[in-house]
Nanobody, 116 residues
Framework: QVQLVESGGGLVQSGGSLRLSCAASRSIFSIYAMAWYRQVPGKRRELVAAITSGGDTNYADSVKGRFTISRDGAKNTVYLQMNSLKPEDTAVYYC??????????WGQGTQVTVSS
């Protein structure tokens, strides 16, 4: 089992930056992949960015060039650096861990609000 705790959300003006953190309760290198998703009311949760245990990354087209996912193995933490934020980035952001053989865990979510 994995517990995930997100932090770093908040209110920021358009064009600003935020860094989200996701602290895991076990080594992130034992987790196949960790990812950030986001969800707005009435819409499906969507993948924002992911990083595998091997370091491969994947981004949604809407955030490429603006967001960066990274990790600190010593702290068992994954980060999402968000730059050039837009009002349409406003959502609840969730951390996700994909643990073999077939388990998936979610954090409690952190609100990001971008004002225009």
């Amino acid at each position: 089992q994995v517990q995930l705790v997100e932090s770093g959300g908040g209110l920021v003006q358009s064009g600003g930056s935020l860094r989200l953190s996701c602290a895991a309760s076990r080594s992130i290198f034992s987790i196949y992949a960790m990812a950030w998703y986001r969800q707005v009311p009435g819409k499906r949760r969507e993948l924002v960015a992911a990083i595998t245990s091997g370091g491969d990354t994947n981004y949604a087209d809407s955030v490429k060039g603006r967001f960066t996912i990274s990790r600190d193995g010593a702290k068992n933490t994954v980060y999402l650096q968000m730059n050039s934020l837009k009002p349409e980035d406003t959502a609840v952001y969730y951390c996700n861990a994909d643990v073999p053989p077939a388990a998936e865990y979610w954090g409690q979510g952190t609100q990001v609000t971008v004002s225009s």
